[in-house]
């Protein structure tokens, strides 16, 4: 059964400069409503049997991982069968690791491609000369605390879109970069991965296949979730799928709010929002929902789209007007 999980992709434990126990990070996973975790410490695998042990106490999927971390920037890779040494690796020669990393089964994503880097955090700041984006992944578009806010991960969703306008099917994700206990009072975000229940599939291949499908959503409030559909066929599409029409026609848009989905800390705030389709187009159209309301509703002209995502925007606290999260796109065939 395809159901969407909350989602921390980006950790760090005692393995590597974090303050957790692998089991603490587990526990404080819990606590804070998520049901997943990928363990990223720098440039290190964490052992299997750590791992195994926080997942039998807390019921908390783990995905093992690691922050390739080196002078020119910093890669958060999932789900490698080994571990691969990024040394070798120049600014023009991160395709050779790249293609290291996808040999052993793993994917990877830049993180926080506008930090601050050197000196303050040598290699921080993405400087490989990326020459295939294919090769890329996902993309960490927000990351640590109120995320939206911070100018390094504005200029992240303006490298995200205009990768997409350049047609390539790059997924944007949130991490947190989780190294401790965070304040009661914080606002931070989560991954949401569409993945498979079924007892038989393996949990890591279904982490894997969903940030490489852009099967995600990312949000600091409720799950948004988007749909596109053909009353004329009834064929439905969903985030991360391909759109594909004999001819130029209109679609129409579901979008729905679930307030059911993450703590209490991630809702939005009574204020009123509203709901914007971006696309390679730019803005298509914005709608403001009521207090309370959960759905919006309208129909969509295809002509010239390669890719629309959906955006919510609220207030925290409150008073802060602000992105709260955004879905990866719906792509359209040529």
């Known amino acids: 059964m395809k159901t969407w999980i909350p989602c921390e992709l980006h950790t760090h434990t005692q393995h590597s400069d974090g303050q957790f126990t692998v089991l603490e990070l587990a526990r404080a996973a819990k606590e804070t409503g998520r049901e997943s975790i990928a363990i990223t410490d720098h440039n290190t695998l964490v052992p299997k049997e750590e791992i195994v042990e926080a997942m039998e106490e807390t019921g908390i999927q783990i995905v093992r991982g690691l922050e390739w971390t080196t002078f020119y920037g910093h890669m958060v890779v999932l789900g490698m069968s080994h571990y691969v040494d990024w040394r070798n ?29 050197s000196p303050l955090c040598t290699g921080c700041f993405w400087q490989y000369d990326v020459k295939d984006w294919h090769a890329i992944d996902y993309l960490e578009v927000w990351s640590q605390q109120f995320p939206p806010e911070k100018e390094s991960n504005q200029r992240a969703l303006a490298l995200w879109t205009d990768l997409l306008n350049k047609g390539y099917r790059i997924t944007g994700t949130y991490g947190l970069d989780w190294h401790a206990p965070y304040p009661e009072d914080a606002i931070t975000a989560v991954t949401y991965l569409q993945v498979d ?40 599409w969903g985030i991360g799928d391909t759109v594909t029409l004999s001819s130029h ?86």
């Not at 600014?91 to 930090?115: D, Q, S, V």
């Not at 038989?200 to 600091?220: D, F, H, L, P, W």
């Not at 389709?277 to 207090?291: D, H, V, Y």
Request: aromatic share 8%; hydrophobic share 35%.
């Open 197 to 236: 229940r079924d007892e038989n599939s393996c949990y890591e291949e279904q982490v894997k296949v969903a940030i490489k499908n852009g099967r995600v959503v990312v949000t600091m409030g409720p799950l948004l979730l988007f749909f596109l559909k053909n009353n004329m066929t009834s064929q439905e």
């Open 249 to 334: 026609e209109k679609l129409d848009v579901s979008i729905s709010l679930d307030e059911h989905r993450g703590q209490d800390k991630w809702q939005q705030s009574n204020r009123p929002s509203y709901v914007a389709l971006q696309s390679n187009l730019g803005l298509l159209t914005k709608q403001a929902l009521g207090i309370g309301e959960k759905h919006m509703n309208c129909t969509l002209d295809t002509q010239g789209l390669k890719w629309v995502r959906a955006e919510l925007f609220g207030y925290m606290h409150d008073d802060v007007e602000t992105m709260i999260g955004f879905t990866n796109a719906i792509y359209f065939s040529p």
């Open 89 to 117: 690796m120049g600014m023009y020669t991160i395709h050779e690791g790249l293609a290291k990393i996808h040999e052993a089964g793993g994917i990877a994503g830049i993180a926080h491609p506008y930090r601050v880097g």
